[in-house]
Every structure is written in structure tokens, then in C-alpha cells.
């Protein structure tokens, strides 16, 4: 899905989340065409490729509401947009990014790769490497942008920015640290792992919808 029609649909979704008109919470899970966000904490220099060069290459970019500094997504990426209304949860924003972080260690738990948080940081680490990123929007407690997943993403991409703004960072993709050991059907577990560690965390049951049926209001 490309990035603008996802951020479009969050935002309609998240103010209808407000208004009661969507009685539910919702979890997109998607993928995007190669495209650079930049979060309310951007700094100018974290963007290493000009604009001209994204261009070129077909690399989107957008300014965006969530919180963080800049980050890219991409195909064998799983970017997450939970719009949920905390006030069902726990009015707390703390909580609800240590809970994300808690919803893809245990996906990662299911291919045997060890998730674990960083002090001073929101995501997702494995042996150093960073594996998950997380920025979210919150307004009057409705959520929305999310997190993304490394699957089995081209890695090259991040070579374009300075990832979150955290020098140096390496970073890795479930494909990579499982090498060999990679299943065929990779995408399809990863996204079946997440949902079950949602339905876990957040203590639901999943009904899985079709986009038009979201987009219609269903």
C-alpha cells in the first residue's frame, strides 16, 4: 500500500476512533512501496540522500505527525498502524510503547530470535542490532502510525538516513539473523506471530477485515 493512501486512511480511521463512529480498535498491517518519513523529532542532517536523489530512485518522502526522528519503510517490511483508544487500555502513553515493544518481542520469540529493549530508546533490538522501530500520534488518547518490523527487508534502504537518528546503528531483519534457517513462508508467519502476540498483550481477539470493508466502515 503506498504510504500517503495508509496515512490518509489512519488519520480518517483515528478520528472516527474519537467520534465513536468506529466502535473498535484497528490494527493495519501493510506494506510499503521504499519511502522516508520524518517524525516530529527530525533532524535535517539524519536524511544522508538529498530529495533529489530519493526522487530519482522513486523514494518517497513525507512529514509526518508521530514522534522520532526520521526512519524508512519498504518491501519485506511489516509497518503496524494500532489505532486504539487508550482510554479502553490505560491512559498511558509510556504503557503503550513499552507494549508494542512487548507485542514484537514475543513475535520474535516464535523464530527464536531474542527481542529486547535498549535504555533511553523505544523498539526493538537482537544481539545489538535494531530490528523494530516504533513513533506513534496520539489524540485524545486515539493512537495512530505504529511500528515496523524488519522481515526480510532490503537493508540497503536505511543507508539513506541515519535511523531514528542513532548514529551508527546497525541494523537487521528477521530474514537476516535466521540465515539458512529462514522458513519459505516467512511473511506469512511473521504476520501471524504479531497478531497472536497483539490478541496476548492487549488481551483481544483478532477478526480479520478486509481494507474495503475498513475503508467503508464495516
Not at 47 to 62: M, N, R, S, T
Not at 199 to 216: K, N
Request: include cysteine; charge should be negative.
Amino acid at each position: 500500500m503506498a504510504y500517503g493512501e495508509a496515512l490518509a486512511l489512519q488519520r480518517d480511521l483515528a478520528q472516527r476512533r474519537i467520534d465513536r463512529s468506529l466502535d473498535h480498535d484497528l490494527l493495519l498491517l501493510v506494506e510499503h512501496p521504499p519511502v522516508v518519513t520524518l517524525g516530529r523529532g527530525s533532524h535535517a542532517e539524519h536524511l544522508v540522500a538529498p530529495k533529489e536523489f530519493l526522487a530519482a530512485k522513486g523514494v518517497e518522502l513525507f512529514e509526518v505527525e508521530r514522534g522520532g526522528d526520521v526512519t524508512c519503510h519498504g518491501p519485506g517490511q511489516l509497518v503496524g498502524y494500532p489505532i486504539y483508544d487508550l482510554t479502553q487500555h490505560r491512559r498511558d502513553l509510556h504503557w503503550f510503547l513499552r507494549a508494542l515493544e512487548e507485542c514484537l518481542i514475543a513475535a520474535l520469540r516464535d523464530f527464536g530470535v531474542a527481542g529486547e529493549r535498549r535504555d533511553g530508546y523505544t523498539g526493538v533490538w537482537t544481539g545489538g542490532r535494531k530490528i523494530a522501530s516504533i513513533g506513534i500520534h496520539v489524540k485524545q488518547w486515539v493512537t495512530w502510525h505504529g511500528f515496523a518490523l524488519n522481515v526480510m527487508t532490503d537493508l540497503s534502504l536505511f543507508d539513506l538516513i541515519v535511523p531514528c537518528g542513532i548514529p551508527d546503528v546497525a541494523m537487521t531483519s528477521i530474514q537476516k539473523e535466521l540465515g539458512e534457517r529462514s522458513p519459505r513462508d516467512l511473511w506469512g508467519r511473521a504476520l501471524d506471530a504479531v497478531v497472536l502476540a497483539f490478541c496476548e498483550v492487549f488481551r483481544q481477539q483478532a477478526q480479520m477485515v478486509e481494507l474495503e470493508a475498513v475503508r467503508s466502515g464495516a
